[in-house]
């Protein structure tokens, strides 16, 4: 794929979604933070269930490390993998209070370097909350990047990497909510709606459906 082709890409949905972001619930850069590290292996409809009872209650690093795990378990317990999630949460929060002023902080480094965040959910916060370009890749945009032709990988890292070497720099700080917000509702796994899906004639597969 060119970049001319790319270009087009990107261009065609900004045109449809002009301000594109996450569909999480978030009030703070912290709120953004615990739910992304919720939403691993979860729906972003699951988890904003789970939050707008959990937040109202604890929505600081202090706050939830002081209702403590079990506490913290009955408010998330409808999301999956929510006793490793509520043990990672309840750490990262005792870091934040002791290491970061309870303060989210603002390099990779130091985001990975909390329990229960990856490259993934660091690249979402970075992105989401702090504005940088970054590319998080989770199983919509490794898909829509690969049967597109956007930016083929084997790997999630493989896409990142050519994901932001390809995709034009005007359109890198929002190119992630764009591809999986497509991802999510057009570019599905099972039968694409290549009929309804508005960047269908330069897309690369094959395999394209009418609907």
Not at 61 to 82: D, N, R, S, V
Not at 141 to 153: D, E, K, L, Q, W
Request: aromatic fraction near 6%.
């Amino acid at each position: 794929m060119n970049k001319n082709k790319r270009t087009e890409i990107f261009t065609r949905l900004r045109n449809e979604n002009p301000t594109p972001t996450t569909e999480l619930k978030y009030a703070s850069t912290f709120e953004l933070l615990i739910s992304v590290m919720l939403s691993a292996q979860a729906t972003d409809v699951s988890v904003n269930k789970a939050t707008a009872k959990l937040f109202p209650a604890a929505n600081t690093p202090a706050a939830i490390h002081a209702l403590g795990e079990q506490k913290l378990k009955t408010y998330i317990k409808t999301i999956g993998l929510f006793n490793t999630k509520a043990k990672n949460v309840i750490k990262a929060c005792n870091i934040l209070v002791e290491e970061h002023g309870s303060q989210v902080p603002d390099t990779r480094e130091a985001l990975e370097a909390l329990p229960g965040v990856g490259r993934k959910t660091a690249n979402v916060v970075l992105n989401t909350a702090f504005r940088e370009k970054a590319m998080a890749v989770d199983t919509h945009i490794f898909r829509v990047s690969n049967r597109t032709a956007i930016a083929p990988g084997k790997n999630v890292l493989e896409v990142e990497k050519k994901l932001m070497k390809f995709v034009p720099d005007e359109f890198l700080l929002d190119a992630h909510h764009w591809l999986i917000l497509h991802g999510r509702y057009t570019c599905i796994a099972r039968k694409p709606r290549c009929g309804s899906c508005v960047i269908s004639d330069l897309c690369e597969y094959k395999k394209k459906t009418l609907d």
